[in-house]
């Protein structure tokens, strides 16, 4: 019977166990977070536990939807708020390493998200002013368990009374102790968090043997001193920072050596220190408690320190035009200044922000960065332009993210291409202008039979234009048939000896009477008066057809994004790219 009784308590051990959570513990080495990982396999099917480079990593497989960025999902998982970001960051790019640029996912992808990660020999132990107290086989003995997963709004004390129906002075001391041992990764029980797994001692007379008292909450914590920053400054600037790349330290104590021989101390918490990859380094001075002349002694012995003074009525837009001068990057547009590239199709951008990090290596171009800050539910940015930016080597950072739940599709350009054919040229130009024709005519200039000859000539098209005959030759009359037929009323365009396809289609229009802009025309993600939109500058011919929509004719090869900029905008893309 002994052994039975034994069995059951092991069992019922193993399955408390198995239903712990991750753990979060304090190492005793400077007091940076650490995870334990249960070595069972967990029951969620997206989650799995992979072992790289002598750590675990418990990871969440995500399969790209349409709209989704890297970032944002790291984000919605609270990833960004991590100490150990800059780890989390350098095993994503591990476990994705068939990933050519995580910056550009495809709907489709199979991305493996890193959640939690530890040693792979021992487990982090608690700190030894906070010892564990696991609860023993015999309290196990009589008492019932049920996980929870934490939902928006919830708190420990609301989930226990709704779930059993009680009342406050119903939940005894006796209560809450067990709650606390079963969930030790709690430290206060009014502090949870949505998706957290804590397990539920069920209410039973065995569990509530000790006389009902009226429920005192006692902190064993000290209250913490009041939030200095404005509210979750820092963590936006951290945020930006981990988004573009570079490393923001604001955990621990910096010790900054002086030449002299003594040193400089500061709490990272009230000075985090943003590591660039560029070697330098900036102390942003969260509350503007560093005198000037401690500053100056840190910038004096070190060349590559810079110190961000930040004022109390500074929000994120004002403490990156205070930070990013410091950086040391390469180039820095502000505002409304503009940075044009140059090519078949010109590209001119504003932001509240440009950065370029360094200069472009031999043989490549450089890495460009766009930071605007939005409070707008959508981007302002089309769809398709952003994919021509990316192509291009252009880094688009919005922030907080637009929402991405509903991204439009992308949009079908509709695009006309008539190719080396300069019969099918002229035909789709007359089509799209509503002008009627009628192909390889054999027109007589002497029609009442009079005269002591008759002479044919054959039309590759002829029309009528006010009344008036009229012909577009394309493959050669002869140069003295023209005056010929001028003299007999008849109105002539020959296209023959002309090979510029735009040239043919200026021509034809005027010809016809159909107005039209030659001019290379500028299109614009926004309207003139915002500050951060995207303009393209694309070489060609704007008409309208008969329906009046209008008619973009460019001897450019557009890129696909192009085009479906161009169609999101209403137009029809005529080709007249040779190759």
Not at 89 to 108: C, E, T
Not at 437 to 442: A, C, K, L, P
Not at 530 to 554: C, E, K, L, M, Y
């Amino acid at each position: 019977m002994k052994r039975i009784i034994l069995a059951t308590l092991l069992l019922l051990v193993a399955v408390s166990l198995f239903l712990l959570p991750p753990e979060r513990a304090l190492s005793q080495e400077g007091g940076e977070e650490t995870y334990s990982i249960s070595l069972v396999q967990t029951a969620e099917s997206d989650k799995e536990i992979h072992e790289v480079e002598g750590r675990k990593v418990l990871a969440e497989t995500y399969v790209i939807k349409q709209g989704d960025h890297v970032w944002q999902l790291l984000r919605e998982r609270g990833l960004l708020e991590k100490r150990q970001l800059p780890e989390l960051l350098a095993m994503l790019k591990k476990l994705n390493n068939s990933f050519a640029n995580l910056d550009v996912i495809h709907p489709g992808d199979h991305l493996v998200i890193p959640l939690t990660l530890s040693p792979v020999k021992g487990l982090a132990r608690p700190a030894a002013d906070k010892p564990a107290t696991p609860i023993s086989l015999t309290d196990l003995k009589d008492l019932n368990l049920e996980s929870y997963t934490v939902q928006s709004g919830d708190s420990l004390i609301k989930v226990v009374k709704s779930r059993y129906g009680l009342r406050d002075e119903q939940i005894s001391p006796k209560y809450l102790e067990q709650l606390k041992r079963l969930n030790p990764e709690i430290t206060d029980l009014d502090f949870i968090h949505p998706n957290q797994v804590v397990r539920l001692p069920v209410y039973t007379p065995q569990v509530v043997r000790a006389p009902i008292e009226p429920v005192r909450k006692v902190r064993t914590e000290e209250p913490k001193p009041a939030e200095k920053v404005p509210t979750g400054l820092s963590l936006k600037l951290s945020e930006i920072f981990a988004i573009l790349g570079e490393e923001w330290l604001n955990t621990g104590e910096h010790f900054i050596p002086l030449s002299s021989g003594g040193q400089i101390h500061l709490k990272a918490d009230s000075f985090p220190i943003l590591n660039l990859s560029n070697g330098n380094r900036v102390i942003v001075d969260l509350h503007n408690e560093l005198p000037e002349g401690m500053a100056h002694v840190i910038s004096s012995n070190w060349q590559n320190y810079r110190v961000a003074h930040l004022q109390e009525r500074d929000d994120l837009r004002g403490a990156l035009d205070r930070v990013f001068p410091l950086c040391g990057f390469h180039r820095l547009y502000r505002s409304g200044e503009p940075l044009e590239l140059e090519s078949d199709i010109s590209l001119q951008m504003t932001a509240d922000w440009i950065i370029v990090p360094a200069p472009a290596p031999q043989g490549g171009r450089e890495q460009i960065i766009l930071v605007n800050l939005t409070d707008r539910q959508d981007s302002g940015i089309p769809y398709e332009l952003r994919g021509f930016l990316t192509a291009r080597g252009v880094k688009l950072i919005e922030y907080p993210p637009p929402s991405q739940t509903e991204a439009p599709a992308p949009a079908r350009a509709e695009i006309l291409t008539p190719g080396h054919d300069k019969a099918q040229l002229v035909e789709t130009v007359l089509t799209l202008a509503g002008q009627g024709f009628t192909r390889n005519v054999e027109m007589p200039l002497h029609k009442d039979g009079k005269s002591g000859f008759n002479l044919i000539v054959k039309a590759d098209f002829f029309l009528y234009l006010d009344n008036k005959e009229a012909i577009i030759d394309y493959s050669g009359i002869g140069g003295e048939m023209v005056p010929l037929l001028k003299e007999y009323n008849v109105s002539v365009l020959s296209v023959a000896d002309e090979a510029d396809p735009a040239v043919i289609v200026s021509k034809i229009l005027d010809f016809i009477g159909v107005k039209f802009d030659s001019k290379p025309h500028p299109f614009t993600s926004a309207g003139k008066e915002d500050s951060t939109s995207i303009q393209v500058t694309i070489p060609g011919i704007v008409f309208q057809d008969n329906r009046g929509h209008n008619v973009f004719a460019s001897p450019v090869a557009l890129p696909r994004e192009i085009a479906g900029f161009l169609s999101r905008k209403g137009y029809k893309v005529l080709s007249l790219a040779v190759s």
